[in-house]
């Protein structure tokens, strides 16, 4: 009894062993380029005239990312066309985590969007975007 026991025990840690090891020859999975976080305020100045009036805007932003986690290329659409050209600006200075195939980094699409908060959340006016 004690014999077939054991054999039971190093059968089933021989089975876990195996599956351990499947997982770790398995190919790598894809990843998505990702924001990084952070901010650059020198890059990040608002248009003329919007502080003051304290406009707030919101950005969808279409960024291609290269292998080194740089911003190369980017479009957008902004609820206020004035804030385009500084959330390129702004998002080229920022930070991204490349994307992976198999391991190895590539140039990615980035989807993401920007907010620029005068006093309060725009959130509002993200949702504007997302139905035009």
Do not use: Y
Not at 53 to 61: F, G, P, T, V
Not at 93 to 99: G, L
């Amino acid at each position: 009894m004690r014999i077939r026991l054991a054999l039971a025990c190093i059968a089933a840690v021989a089975g876990l062993t195996a599956t351990g090891l499947a997982q770790t020859t398995a190919p790598k999975a894809k990843t998505e380029a990702q924001f990084a976080g952070g901010f650059r305020p020198d890059a990040c100045r608002w248009p003329k005239g919007a502080r003051a009036k304290q406009l707030s805007a919101c950005c969808q932003m279409d960024l291609q990312i290269d292998a080194q986690g740089r911003m190369v290329d980017g479009d957008g659409e902004c609820t206020d066309e004035s804030f385009l050209e500084p959330t390129l600006r702004c998002l080229a200075a920022q930070d991204f985590v490349p994307a992976t195939r198999n391991g190895q980094r590539v140039a990615d699409q980035q989807h993401l969007e920007w907010e620029w908060r005068a006093t309060t959340p725009a959130g509002e006016l993200c949702r504007k975007l997302k139905t035009s």
